[in-house]
Nanobody
Framework: QVQLVESGGGWVQVGGSLRLSCAAS????????TAWFRQTPGKDREFVAAIRESNGATRYADSVRGRFTISRDNAKNVVYLQMNSLKPEDTATYYC??????????????????WGQGTQVTVSS
């Protein structure tokens, strides 16, 4: 059974930084595709970033490219999302998601098999 547990969310001022963590059990982050999505009330989950199994290639939404970085620690079995230069529009609940292998439709939430419970990020001006 795969379990994903997010942590690291909180309140931060505009321009600040946060690092989210996604601790995985039941599946190796090295051999699975992992992504971060975010969601605000009344809206669908929005793709943020993904990291591919094997070569660790990364992909980002245009809205976060250059500000966010996804990475992983294979030894700890954790995937991170480093968020810099945060903006009020980054306020959302952030979810970690995983699937067994990469898909070209990596931005589509329904393509992921397992999800964490989410962690709230609030960016205040």
């Amino acid at each position: 059974q795969v379990q994903l547990v997010e942590s690291g969310g909180g309140w931060v001022q505009v321009g600040g930084s946060l690092r989210l963590s996604c601790a995985a059990s039941g599946r190796s982050v090295r051999t699975s595709a992992t992504a971060w999505f975010r969601q605000t009330p009344g809206k669908d989950r929005e793709f943020v970033a993904a990291i591919r199994e094997s070569n660790g290639a990364t992909r980002y939404a245009d809205s976060v490219r250059g500000r966010f970085t996804i990475s992983r620690d294979n030894a700890k079995n954790v995937v991170y999302l480093q968020m810099n230069s945060l903006k009020p529009e980054d306020t959302a609940t952030y979810y970690c998601a995983s699937r067994s292998y990469w898909t070209v439709q990596y931005t589509v939430a329904r393509n992921y098999d397992d999800w964490g419970q989410g962690t709230q990020v609030t960016v205040s001006s």
